[in-house]
């Protein structure tokens, strides 16, 4: 029965290549479409997904009575020396649930985009850069490999990149997305030094290898074994490296600026992008790698130091980018630093409770993150492409089925009790947060943080929806719309998905748990702590909420201008949220200062140190020349000049001698033998 | 031996285009520009017949031809390509057909110019196939000869100034590394790069104990002689990469170089000097790059660091790519250098080594494709512009869309994204370089870094944001340009996606390569 089952998960993984495949032909195909195959493009991208979701459904089939199984499939992609390298791919429980997930979300939002984007030129370009993200994306969650791994991350990154960047002539969206791919890859580089560490240390980057893969026994075993600098321990150090890479991604505190400026790609793409599938990768890889993460030589399940940075870090940015929420004004802002928040409570469910919570709430939250996203893109395509929550208000009138959806999702990032699944899945974090043994500190942070989750939720449901319209329009001219059904029948489905979902997830019946750790699911009696988390939590959403109608929906908002009434209430706080605690400024003036200072250092000492000394060396020969010269001239020439002088003044006279006029010579004789006669008279006299 | 010399009538082709452009009369007659092209193609279709023919599974050289020219002083025509001067010779066969089709066709003293391209090309064929020192040496500098009138005749505003420091600064190096060849001559009587490094193979320190004659140095003890030695070739080679800080004459250099000669520069010359350390530093003097290696390594890092954050603060397009270059090269040292280290001979080292000095290859030959279609689209800017400055664009993507397309896939293959060549290349240098010199490789990372920040810089300033005024009438690539940088970003993607093809050519000489440095 049981090789019948996981004959089943191995014959499935064979066909598992064709869910990113898929996609990347579509993506391949529309590169070379022309902008007037509009309609071509529209279908071909979500057609190719929807092939790729049944395949995915196929594969979660698979898994579904397996209890865990994994089954790998691996191939050489390239040898060097005697050693292959090896490329694979793995389903399991979280490969299944992921690449469900991406298919599903991504589906709809292809076909929310097919209207958002409607009267867009590129439209063409559009879906052929989501098709290579779908691709990528859904590589990245098959991947068993961390190198194959790490080359989807790269392409999300990538496609990321181009869609941040899809209004290229606003210099606003072309920096924006510039600033996510080098944030991005700041992580990255951390993540790569890890690949290579554990690559050099393992021998293998094959997570899943039949007893030979890095996350396996053996190999983990030698990694826990060894320590490196300041004692720290190997495995560690490497999960820490492959950490900053999540956090990159994720937008984990100190690295989450690049996420809420990605804001300035179409609405779709930051559902699908930044909200639902890419950012949560970070969360993935960390549950991917959680054996190397929870690797210890203690070896206390849970408690590994890689884990507590995991816990931490998560936590802090869970309550960090609440705050920040509380004080935007842009509606996908607020959406953006609210993904921020979450992603951090799934990191800090991860460290504290494992796979199964973190992911949890990754699937709920990509469902209830991205109904969202699209409600604020039906509402900004509503309201003629307005994004201030301000200048809104009074939308439950004009758009009915948006705010329904909106507010589906809106009680379910806000863990609205028993009927939302953002509540059970928020509430298992904070369970475990609770039981965290090392620190009670990050469940404060969590529950402070659900406080905020409310609260700025809230304010925003109020801006937008209640109220009266606010637009810079003549009263009652509201030219506001509702969407047309290509863009609010998704919006249904996500809402469907965000209620429904909690039913897999209760403490009651936690198939989700039960089938991502392999165990068989059983209705379980509810303990006593689980009851009291559940009630603590409602009151913290009832607080948040309970504040944030005090403030937002007692009083009407009367114009766009009016102050915050949390800023007259707290200038000085709000000042400081509003400004995002002055991050961006402070980067702006250490590190990317740095970087000009560092570049401009490099290009000094290019121009006048080593171009200086070759000058230099030019400037001595050219001075030995021109000394040579002298020499030469003065006196070498000059002395022989003389010389020659002399020999040639002799030989003048000497010449004169020999000049051929033969009188001079005979003159010579008649003086020379007068002189002999002379000289023999006045000789012989004696 | 074979019947038929593949390699020199591959070498001689161009010589013989040459020959036949110089005839013509007319200097304005359209044959230059076609014989030029001719006998480029004749001479990759030559190539790609060695390519084809060339067995793989061997790892002996193949293709020699071996003919006695000096017996009383050693001197040999002796040619002969392996795995490695297969590659090289590839990539010139491919290279300068494509420079030649990025050249205006309003190019002055046409005759000229194409004459000294096939000279060019002959002289880079050579230098890569020769394997006596004296032979290789004559092309080695044969190719610059071309090179310098290329630059000093076609360049820009200051182009004497740049040809100057680029030859004279190229003979320097060249100089000494003559020395140090005559030094190897008198104390082991060779001049032939196989015999020589089978003679260094398996002794301590290589060729260090033929330097116990002294050469008359008799205040020097036979290892700094043999340092001496090492010394006055590496800088050769050095210079040529360049390395750190031998490298101010390059970007210049490539600055003023007409752009399709710059795609020479950097798809194939520069890779003369790191061809030059694989064959002939490597096995010849591994113990002399020993004793100095944490050095290499620092300069190294050095080459690739300074190069990329100095790339960043450069107005100029072609300065811009030119530090690039540098830092790109910069990671082909990395991996020769880590590569050298001493280690025992146990697989997993050898594995390492191997990662190491696959990648150096690929990385050459990956650089060099890369880097000429980056020059190639420049060339296409400043034809359309008549600048090149970072600052003067803005927002082309708007009227040149296929442009940007192209010239983005290939900045991004240049900053390493996965899926294109450029990272199968690093990523087996660094995979190998790590292992084998952590700090080395982890420091260099910051150039992968900085790399990414002045191409998406370059993207943003060039194409994105708003539409600058002046370009309005900016065309899109025509048809004839998209197909002659087409095969460029074809390669890209086929050996991002399926390198294994190139592996197979260089992972053989590779492991000669390593069996030389076993101890």
Redesign the interface.
Known sequence: MAALKVGSVTSAVQSLWLIPVLPLLAAGLLAFAKQRHRVFAGTLAIVALVASFIVACGAFAATLGAHGERAVFNFT???????PLRLGWVLDPLTAVMVVMVTLVGTLIFIFSVGYMAEDENFTRFFCFLSLFAAAMLGLVIANNL?LL???W??VG?AS?LLI?FW????S???A??KA??VT??GD?GF??GI??L??ET?TLLLYDNGNGCLEGSALAQLVARTTIGGMVVSTAIALLIFCGAMGKSGQVPLHVWLPDAMEGPTPVSALIHAATMVAAGVFLVARVYPLMDADPANVAGHSPALCVVTWIGAITAIFAALIAVAQNDIKRILAYSTVSQLGYMMLGLGTGGVAVGIFHLITHAFFKALLFLGAGSVIHGCHHEQDIRRMGGLRRFMPLTFATYAVGMMALAGFPLFFSGFWSKDEILHSAFAWAPSRWPFYLGAAGAVLTTFYMTRQMFYVFFGHNRADEPAGHVHVHESPAIMVVPLVILAAGAVLLSIVGTPAWPWFHAYLTGHAAAVQPVAVDVILIMLLSTALVALGLGLGWWLYGRRRIERADSPDPLEALQADTFTVLRQKFWIDEAYDKTVVRL?RA??????W??VF???G??ALV?YLAVGIAWVNRLIDEYVVNLGFDKGCGSVRWTARLLSLWQNGQVQRYLRALGVALAIFVLIFIWGCRG | MNDFPEITVMTLLPVLGAIFIAGIDDERSPWPRRIGLGFSVLALLMAVCIWVRFDPANPELQFVEDHEWIPSMGVKYFVGIDGLGLLMAGLTALVIPFALLTTGRDVERPRAFYSLMLLLQAGLFGAFTALNFVHWFVFWELSLVPAYFLIKLWGGPNRTAAATQFFLYTLVGSVTMLLGFMAIFLSTGSFDFIALAEKARGVRDGLGAYFEVKLGWYELSSRSLAMLIFLGVFLGFAVKVPLFPFHTWLPSAYAEAPSSVTMVLTGVMSKMGVYGLLRILMPLFPEQMRWGLDLLLWLAVATIVFSAFAAFSQNDLKRVMAYSSINHLGYCLLGIFAAVKWTQNEPGWVSEKAAALNGVLLQMFNHGITAAALFCFIAFIERRAGRRGLEDFGGLRKVAPVFCGLMGISMFASLGLPGLNGFVGEFLIFKGAFALASWAAALSTVGLLVTAIFLLTVMQRVFHGPLNANWGGFADLTLRERSVAAPAILLMFVIGIYPQWLLDIANPAVMQLIAHLAN
């Open positions: 992609w390239l040898q060097f020396g005697e050693t190198l790490f080359v989807c790269e392409l990538l990149y960047g290229y002539h606003k210099p969206a072309a920096a997305a510039k791919f080098i890859r700041i580089i790569f030094i290579l560490w690559y050099a021998g970087n560092l570049c401009r250092a490099a290009d000492l290019d140190v080593w171009g000394l070759v030019s």
